[in-house]
């Protein structure tokens, strides 16, 4: 928490010439290209270019799946450009909160134990953790559904349960995955209401779209192509 | 804090091996039967040394017992010829020749044994009676329960005493009254002047020189009672045994020194006996008798355990990939909620270890009903051993982690990002 600056304008995440090159058989592919980047507390983006411009690229660097080849990248006041792999699960466990297209949740445990995971890599006690699972399942709507699996919830039920999984550990900096990709437009926008309302409440959020409209929602917008920023800037 | 991560990772793991019941049954069988055998091959060979044990303690480890047997060549004879007298066995000779020759024989005891039927006013009981010398008593210790045993006295002065052993007791007179009564053998009277604790000699495979319905008296009683010659008349014919004695045992010194004296006691015997008309028992020998049943035992069912213990790791490694496998998007999702890669390794190794040590406790149900239906449908001897039973599932344990640490490292080095995009 003290690493969190209090400022809405001071810096989360800081990029400087982020480089990242993969090697394809005898071919060097470079699929990000001396990208800088700031985000500021607060900030809502969104990432949008074609396919193969370098935005999951851009979202694995900035979740910390992945290194960059060259460059810096600092996050929450650490540099995290080459930090281990244990160090960098740690600055996911405390920093990061993951919503993906596909929801990705555990099918055999139910709502309220999916909601609970990040807690339980945290070292919560299993009753405190069930508690705030609790908690975060109400702020979803989701407090009917705790005790269900998620094969028993609907797409727009189950990206709910992904996104109070994303609050447990009360991250930093929300990066959500093209989070409306495998829903219906009804649903999609009822989802987008959600997220922009945590914007509201202050949070920081990176989601990585190709619909425009949807893109309407975040207040700052990042176009990406052939792995470098071509336009950065609030929404008009 | 890792305690309790133990604890939900434990629970994790039942809750996976329960999700598919009938794929992780199959996959522990191999540790079931593994398992199963590692305890029935144990209580196998603890059982049959036990036996041994047991039987040697009640024959007394420094004992040779030598009995006389009829020569297998005349029992057909006997049987067809209508009148036939035979003389065969020990002979007073015999216990002389033993007592004078080995220095390594500490004590003998001639016996002569003669069924009887024995009665005490209007109650009767058949008996086996033994004429013998007081120191039967030193070598085939039993508890006296009242009275005395036999006295050196007794033998040399011809005295008519006689020692019964419990069972004749009760079924004879009444026990606050035994001592000074008369007993009845024949025309016979003796006096009762002790009363000894039976200890069940029948029904194993080698009995004790003692038996339940006893009644001993001294040796040159009995010589001069009833004399060496038996005479049968059974459906028409009839047959006449001379037989001096039934029975010496003999001790020895020490204990190096009990089978050897046993093989020369033998070279004597095969010089001075046309025929073979005795038997020797060597206590001491069913020990290696038993040690070499456990150790047959041992090795193949051994062989077996190993086997299948080896192809039950497998099959739980074979499976834990394949869960690996179809749980990779799982992992992606753990990896990127911040769970580091030993987290990983624990959770997978747990699992693996609950399928395992389940295997091992099924295993050990199987393994306690083995013995039974071995003592059931052989009437071998089996002894379940506790220590048998933590060491089956210490190597269930240790089979989960052997064979788990290469799916569970498989597992958390799979890459996150190619884990989360995994169909």
């Known amino acids: 928490m003290q690493n969190r600056p209090n400022s809405s304008s001071a810096p989360v995440i800081r990029l400087s010439g982020i480089t990242k090159t993969y090697q394809m058989g005898s071919t060097e592919v470079r699929a990000l290209a001396e990208v800088s980047l700031t985000v500021a507390r607060g900030d809502f983006w969104a990432v949008m270019g074609p396919s193969g411009s370098g935005k999951s690229t851009l979202l694995n660097l900035l979740g910390c799946l992945d290194r960059p080849t060259s460059g810096n990248y600092e996050l929450a006041g650490q540099d995290v450009s080459n930090m281990s792999d244990d160090a960098l699960s740690d600055v996911r466990l405390r920093y990061l909160g993951f919503i993906f297209q596909s929801f990705n949740l555990l099918p055999q445990l139910s709502v309220l134990r999916n909601i609970a995971l990040p807690l339980y890599y945290q070292g919560w006690s299993s009753d405190r953790s069930r508690e705030r699972a609790h908690e975060l399942a109400n702020r979803v709507g989701l407090e009917s559904r705790m005790h269900h699996r998620p094969t028993e919830l609907s797409g727009g039920q189950r990206q709910r349960v992904a996104i109070a999984r994303a609050l447990a550990n009360d991250p930093a900096v929300i990066l959500a995955d093209e989070p409306t990709g495998n829903l219906d437009s009804r649903t999609g926008t009822e989802i987008m209401n959600m997220l922009s309302e945590l914007h509201a409440q202050g949070k920081t959020i990176i989601m990585v779209t190709h619909e425009a409209d949807i893109a309407t929602h975040a207040n700052k917008q990042l176009h990406m192509r052939d792995g470098r920023i071509a336009s950065a800037g609030e929404i008009a | 804090m890792f305690q309790s991560r ?316 394949a869960s690996v496998t179809e749980r990779t998007r799982e992992i992606g999702v753990r990896r990127a909620l911040g769970a580091k890669k030993r987290q990983i390794v624990h959770q997978f190794l747990v699992e693996t270890v609950v399928l395992s040590t389940s295997g091992g406790i099924i295993g050990v149900a199987l393994g306690l009903l083995i013995p039974v239906a071995i003592t059931y449908l052989t009437q071998m001897p089996t002894q379940v051993t506790s220590w048998s039973v933590g060491l089956s599932l210490f190597i269930s344990i240790a089979i989960g982690i052997t064979f788990g640490i290469y799916p569970a490292v498989r597992a958390a080095n799979l890459d996150p990002i190619e884990a989360l995009r995994h169909e």
Request: proline share 3%; charged share 25%.
């Open chain 2, 6 to 321: 133990f604890l939900r990772n434990l629970r994790l793991g039942l809750e996976n091996v329960l999700l598919h019941k009938l794929r992780s049954l199959l996959t522990m069988l191999g540790i079931v039967f593994g398992v199963g055998s590692v305890i029935a091959m144990l209580s196998v060979g603890e059982g049959a040394s036990r036996q041994a044990m047991d039987q040697i303690s009640r024959l007394g480890s420094h004992n040779i017992i030598i009995s006389s047997e009829k020569p297998l060549a005349d029992k057909s004879a006997s049987a067809s010829g209508r009148k036939r007298s035979l003389l065969y066995g020990l002979t007073y000779a015999d216990h002389h020749r033993i007592r004078e020759t080995f220095d390594t024989v500490k004590t003998t005891v001639p016996a002569k044994i003669l069924r009887k039927e024995a009665s005490v006013g209007p109650r009767r009981t058949d008996v086996r009676l033994v004429g013998t010398t007081a120191a039967w008593f030193e070598l085939v210790e039993r508890d006296v329960v009242a009275g005395r045993t036999l006295m050196p006295e007794d033998v040399t002065e011809c005295n008519a005493v006689a020692v019964v052993t419990e069972a004749v007791a009760h079924k004879l007179l009444a026990v606050e009254h035994v001592l000074g009564q008369s007993l009845r053998v024949g025309s016979d009277v003796f006096e009762v002047v002790g009363v000894v604790r039976n200890r069940g000699g029948e029904g194993t495979s080698i009995q004790s020189p003692d038996r339940t319905s006893d009644i001993y008296i001294p040796l040159p009683v009995a010589r001069e009672r009833y004399g060496d010659t038996e005479v049968r008349i059974a459906s028409g014919s009839y047959s006449r045994e001379d037989v001096q004695l039934h029975q010496i045992i003999v001790r020895i010194d020490s204990l190096k020194h009990v089978e050897p004296t046993a093989e020369a006691i033998e070279r004597m015997f095969q010089s001075s006996h046309k025929t073979k008309d005795y038997q020797f028992h060597v206590p001491l020998a069913l020990l290696r008798q038993a040690q070499a049943t456990k150790r047959t035992f041992n090795i193949v069912l051994g062989s077996i355990a190993c086997i299948s213990l080896i192809v039950g790791g497998i099959g739980i490694m074979n499976i834990m990939l």
